[in-house]
């Protein structure tokens, strides 16, 4: 059954994570420990989908990529172009503002090891379906990384297998809308190299040429 909502806080809809946040709260009593909603326009031209919340940072900040390492590269170069009004995002009370833009998950709740399983993915796509068909023609989806480039896809009723993933890949999608590419900021992929600040920056710079 499709959601005609683009979040619920009250959602359970998957028993290992709503039972794995469960076990958050109790273990860190002061996080957010809930889905985590979208931050930003809510008719922004740009939006950013990321996989889902880390554990100590959006999903004890409650605010997409605040307070952990992976919003270090993300945020500073949303500041860079003029998507943000400041380069930090260290808590959801930080005065930080979004232009033009709004940051989402694939999946709304914080899953055991960052990595949500094949089932929750599905069944949390309601939520960003509903999100990403409300857009207008001309507006940007940046997915970060292969599980938000796939939830994207599924959104839209596109087959994966059509759109391959790769990092700068550009594609248009059936209301007008571009899908971009990019690795994700994620610890991993800045301190390999995999993702660099000037790929990331060009992915970015991209998204906003393209904005009508």
């Known amino acids: 059954m499709k959601s005609d909502t683009a979040f619920d806080i009250r959602c359970k809809l998957c028993p290992r994570l709503a039972g794995f946040l469960a076990e958050v709260r109790e273990e860190h009593p002061d996080y957010y420990a809930l889905p985590v909603p979208p931050f930003g326009d809510p008719k922004a031209r740009f939006i950013v989908v990321g996989l889902a919340p880390g554990k100590h940072g959006a999903n004890r900040t409650g605010r997409p990529f605040t307070g952990d390492y992976a919003g270090i590269l993300l945020y500073a170069t ?39 399983q094949p089932d929750e993915i599905k069944r949390c796509n309601r939520y960003i379906s509903v999100e990403l ?40 999608l059936p209301g007008g809308q571009v899908l971009l590419d990019s690795y994700h900021c994620s610890r991993y992929n800045t301190q390999t190299k995999r993702l660099t600040t000037p790929m990331f920056e060009k992915v970015v710079a991209r998204a906003k040429a393209l904005l009508p």
């Open 78 to 116: 949303l500041h860079k172009f003029g998507f943000a009004s400041r380069p930090e995002s260290v808590s959801a009370d930080d005065g930080l503002k979004l232009k033009d833009c709004r940051i989402t998950n694939a999946v709304k709740c914080l899953p055991p090891a960052n990595k949500p």
């Open 133 to 172: 068909q409300a857009t207008n023609e001309g507006t940007v989806i940046l997915a970060l990384g292969l599980i938000a480039h796939a939830a994207v896809l599924k959104s839209f009723g596109l087959k994966a297998s059509a759109f391959r993933f790769r990092h700068g890949a550009e594609y248009p």
